[in-house]
């Protein structure tokens, strides 16, 4: 028999998974804020800077795939007890660091330790519930997901405006021990798990290792080096698919693979896997734009561009427990389709936004977005891992998480891209209609006119006037560029409609056999 929580064990246990997981997920995001004063204080600039999320991220990513295999080694309490205790010395290691290396090389360390919680924290959530309950198991597992991301800029701001950027990773340590404590305590593994492993998968690690390793560099880069127009993006995309492709072929001929990729024939996962990865897609792109957009455009300082993000994530939090509490009487293509058609008119109306638009106008728009996708995670959470057997779940856990993660990182280089590119675009189209033959053009040339000092002489007024012709083209061009990119999420949404009939039209079946060892 497995091990069974009493009714308040297992809260116990949930709270104690979700901080792990909230902890790993926040610290990819919230460096972001203190990246301009660790410029100054490290002297290095923004381009070379970047890396400290580069570097958390591609250890994340790798040991997210590899929890699987590293709880049939250690055992998943003993995993995810020494993640956090590295996770602690990381964070640590990184706040004291007085060189460039020196973050980097913490922040592997970082990496390395919080990859393993989130998917260890889901199957622990998973098989902590009963079959009754898994709605709400993941509904509590997926706020430590979906709020870090919101929650991690307004942390990180206050923290760098108050403290200085090095309590990013200062904050980190109670609560990692306020985690271990609690684990300690409350988890314990489940006899069914899989104990040790008779051999080493070192042609999987190392592909793994280099395929990842090179998709995250050329994602988290490609845009600040004009992509293919430079010769290591290109070498990198070709490593990365050389690499990914050879992995796949091994670990399907491997009978001890380093990850399970043969979990993908159970089609729930599978389905799972894809819809979660386009709504990871936007989760991940909409914390990476608005703050920038607020910033950039409406002059924003750090701390009020991540409140922006609060409404979303209230509404999540508010919505999540209702859906996991409805998983088991309402259908769950229902549940996602409803969350997905929330979230694409959300975006249709984030795309239609103007220079003039202020802080509570973002607000509905927020929660309805928040709505949606505490519908669609909660429900998708745990309808991928609702057949998979129990023994399989973390490896189930780290595919799915895999699939997410990489997604919010494609996000990333992508809407990053369509700015870019786009700004150029509508900057382009606007120099055309300022041209002394368009009226309207003259008419605002008339108005800059009037609003300047008369004692201004005539060539004064010409060279101020060009100054705020520029300026004024310059942020028009890049509002339209943010209202491209929030459009570019939207047919994606529409395109996810079909695949809703390949979820199961009922979601909890009681005594279903994947519930028995």
């Given at each position: 028999?497995?091990?069974e929580p009493?009714?308040?064990?297992?809260?116990?246990?949930?709270?104690?998974?979700?901080l792990g997981?909230?902890?790993?997920?926040?610290?990819?995001?919230?460096?972001?804020?203190?990246?301009?004063?660790m410029?100054?204080s490290?002297?290095?600039?923004?381009?070379?800077?970047?890396?400290?999320?580069?570097?958390?991220s591609?250890?994340?990513?790798?040991?997210?795939t590899?929890a699987?295999?590293f709880t049939?080694l250690?055992?998943?309490?003993?995993?995810?007890l020494?993640?956090?205790?590295?996770f602690i010395?990381g964070s640590?290691l990184?706040?004291?660091s007085?060189t460039?290396?020196?973050?980097?090389?913490?922040r592997?360390?970082?990496?390395?330790?919080?990859?393993?919680?989130?998917p260890c924290?889901?199957a622990?959530a998973?098989e902590?519930?009963?079959?009754?309950e898994?709605?709400?198991a993941?509904?509590?597992?997926?706020?430590g997901?979906?709020?870090a991301?919101?929650?991690g800029?307004?942390?990180?701001?206050?923290l760098?405006?108050?403290?200085?950027?090095?309590w990013?990773?200062y904050?980190?340590?109670?609560?990692?021990?306020?985690?271990?404590m609690?684990?300690s305590a409350?988890?314990h593994?489940?006899?069914?798990l899989?104990r040790g492993?008779?051999r080493?998968?070192?042609?999987?690690?190392?592909?793994?290792?280099?395929?990842?390793?090179?998709?995250?560099v050329?994602?988290?880069?490609?845009e600040?080096?004009?992509?293919f127009?430079n010769n290591?993006?290109?070498m990198?995309?070709?490593v990365?698919?050389?690499?990914?492709?050879?992995?796949?072929?091994?670990?399907?001929?491997n009978?001890?693979p380093?990850?399970?990729?043969?979990?993908?024939?159970?089609?729930q996962?599978?389905?799972?896997c894809?819809?979660?990865?386009?709504?990871?897609?936007?989760?991940?792109?909409?914390?990476?734009?608005?703050p920038?957009?607020?910033?950039d455009?409406?002059?924003?300082?750090a701390?009020r561009?991540?409140l922006?993000?609060m409404p979303?994530?209230?509404?999540?939090m508010?919505?999540?427990?209702?859906?996991?509490?409805?998983?088991?009487?309402v259908s769950?293509r229902?549940?996602?389709?409803?969350?997905?058609?929330?979230?694409a008119?959300?975006?249709?109306?984030?795309?239609?936004?103007s220079?003039?638009?202020?802080f509570?106008?973002f607000?509905?728009?927020?929660?309805?977005?928040?709505?949606g996708?505490g519908a669609?995670?909660?429900?998708l959470?745990?309808?991928?891992?609702s057949?998979?057997?129990?023994?399989?779940?973390?490896?189930?856990?780290?595919?799915?998480?895999?699939?997410r993660?990489?997604?919010?990182?494609?996000?990333?280089?992508?809407?990053?891209?369509?700015?870019?590119?786009?700004?150029?675009?509508?900057?382009?189209v606007?120099?055309?209609?300022?041209s002394p033959?368009?009226?309207?053009?003259r008419?605002?040339?008339s108005g800059a006119?009037s609003?300047i000092?008369?004692?201004l002489?005539?060539?004064?007024?010409k060279?101020?006037?060009?100054m705020?012709?520029?300026?004024t083209?310059?942020?028009?061009?890049?509002?339209l560029?943010?209202?491209d990119?929030?459009?570019?999420?939207?047919?994606?949404?529409?395109?996810?409609?079909?695949?809703?009939?390949?979820?199961?039209?009922q979601?909890y079946?009681?005594?279903?056999?994947?519930?028995t060892?």
């Amino acid at each position: 028999m497995a091990y069974e929580p009493s009714q308040a064990g297992k809260w116990l246990v949930a709270g104690s998974v979700m901080l792990g997981t909230f902890l790993s997920v926040m610290d990819a995001t919230v460096v972001n804020v203190a990246m301009p004063h660790m410029m100054g204080s490290l002297g290095e600039d923004l381009l070379t800077i970047t890396w400290v999320s580069t570097a958390y991220s591609i250890a994340e990513i790798i040991m997210v795939t590899m929890a699987a295999w590293f709880t049939a080694l250690l055992g998943r309490k003993r995993l995810f007890l020494f993640s956090m205790m590295l996770f602690i010395v990381g964070s640590v290691l990184a706040g004291t660091s007085r060189t460039f290396g020196q973050l980097i090389f913490y922040r592997v360390i970082q990496g390395v330790g919080g990859g393993s919680l989130i998917p260890c924290s889901q199957a622990i959530a998973r098989e902590t519930f009963p079959p009754s309950e898994q709605g709400m198991a993941m509904a509590i597992y997926s706020m430590g997901v979906v709020l870090a991301p919101a929650i991690g800029p307004v942390i990180g701001g206050w923290l760098v405006d108050h403290y200085g950027w090095r309590w990013v990773f200062y904050i980190n340590v109670p609560f990692c021990i306020a985690g271990i404590m609690m684990v300690s305590a409350f988890v314990h593994d489940p006899p069914y798990l899989k104990r040790g492993v008779t051999r080493i998968d070192w042609g999987g690690i190392t592909l793994m290792t280099i395929g990842l390793t090179a998709v995250q560099v050329v994602l988290e880069r490609g845009e600040e080096v004009d992509w293919f127009a430079n010769n290591w993006i290109v070498m990198g995309t070709v490593v990365a698919a050389l690499a990914l492709t050879a992995l796949v072929i091994w670990e399907l001929r491997n009978d001890e693979p380093i990850v399970d990729l043969r979990l993908l024939r159970n089609g729930q996962l599978a389905v799972g896997c894809s819809l979660g990865a386009v709504v990871g897609f936007a989760l991940y792109g909409g914390s990476f734009l608005l703050p920038q957009f607020t910033q950039d455009l409406l002059g924003y300082p750090a701390y009020r561009a991540g409140l922006v993000l609060m409404p979303r994530a209230l509404a999540m939090m508010f919505a999540m427990p209702i859906v996991g509490r409805s998983y088991n009487y309402v259908s769950p293509r229902v549940l996602v389709g409803g969350g997905v058609v929330l979230l694409a008119v959300a975006y249709w109306k984030l795309c239609h936004f103007s220079l003039e638009v202020g802080f509570l106008n973002f607000t509905p728009i927020l929660i309805m977005s928040g709505i949606g996708m505490g519908a669609s995670m909660v429900t998708l959470a745990t309808v991928s891992l609702s057949t998979v057997p129990r023994p399989s779940m973390t490896g189930a856990s780290s595919l799915y998480t895999l699939a997410r993660r990489e997604a919010g990182n494609v996000a990333y280089a992508v809407l990053a891209t369509v700015v870019a590119r786009r700004e150029q675009y509508h900057r382009s189209v606007l120099v055309d209609y300022a041209s002394p033959l368009n009226p309207l053009f003259r008419e605002a040339q008339s108005g800059a006119r009037s609003t300047i000092s008369q004692s201004l002489d005539s060539a004064g007024f010409k060279g101020r006037s060009l100054m705020m012709l520029n300026d004024t083209i310059n942020r028009h061009a890049t509002m339209l560029a943010y209202n491209d990119a929030f459009f570019t999420v939207v047919p994606m949404f529409l395109l996810l409609l079909p695949l809703l009939f390949l979820l199961p039209a009922q979601g909890y079946v009681a005594d279903s056999e994947h519930e028995t060892e």
